[in-house]
């Protein structure tokens, strides 16, 4: 599978596109903590509860990760 880089994106390596599976690895270019939630480079709107807001408006639900008991 290739994955093309933001079309708006200039950084080397590229950041992940909106679709890619490592998305929240993009680079951070707003950060609101006072808000709670962060723009990175590829349009996604990241929130301190980990959920998502994708550019093309879709939602990903909070996806905290748990610990083995």
């Not at 599978?1 to 992940?16: A, I, N, R």
């Not at 301190?48 to 994708?54: K, M, S, Y």
């Amino acid at each position: 599978m290739t994955v093309q880089p933001s079309p708006d994106c200039t950084h080397q390596p590229p950041c992940p596109t909106p679709d890619a599976l490592d998305r929240e690895a993009a680079r951070t270019v707003a950060n609101h903590p006072e808000q709670g939630w962060s723009l990175l480079c590829n349009g996604i709107v990241v929130f301190e509860d980990t959920g998502e807001l994708l550019p093309d408006g879709r939602v990903i639900a909070p996806h905290r990760p748990t610990t083995a008991a």
